[in-house]
């Protein structure tokens, strides 16, 4: 499974903020698979945005549900982040990220990930 995120690279304080990931190797209406968004602030861990499942439901981090959602198309097989009223705080390197349902009775799963895409939020 490959996953490309594309997006802008510069954002203005309380714009939106729309990215997509290109995904292939793997439909993303099959097999179970969770098709997630995260990110890294500059100097922080990862955090978890969001995810859609193969079958369309979402979910999103408690934090960000206000101000996020993901979409997708089916045909292009691509997903797509919106984000909005961006602060200088959702500056930060955003990742797309397949997940394979569990694999094994011990619940193991795979992860698979884009290369990241550095968004910044300045004016």
């Known amino acids: 499974v490959q996953l490309q995120e594309s997006g802008p690279g510069l954002v203005k304080p309380s714009q939106s903020l729309s990215l997509t990931c290109t995904v292939s190797?793997?439909?993303?209406?099959?097999?179970?698979?969770?098709w997630s968004w995260v990110r890294r602030p500059p100097g922080k861990g990862l955090e978890w945005i969001g995810h859609?499942?193969?079958?369309?439901?979402?979910y999103f981090s408690p934090s960000l549900k206000s101000r996020t959602s993901i979409s997708r198309a089916t045909s292009e097989n691509q997903f797509t982040l919106q984000l909005d009223s961006v602060i200088p705080e959702d500056t930060a390197v955003y990742y797309c990220?397949?997940?394979?349902?569990?694999?094994?009775?011990?619940?193991?799963?795979?992860?698979?990930w884009g290369q990241g895409t550095q968004v910044t939020v300045s004016s």
């Open positions: 990220n397949a997940e394979t349902p569990p694999l094994n009775i011990e619940g193991s799963t795979v992860n698979y």
């Open positions: 190797g793997e439909s993303i209406t099959t097999n179970s698979y969770s």
């Open positions: 859609i499942t193969a079958s369309g439901s979402t």
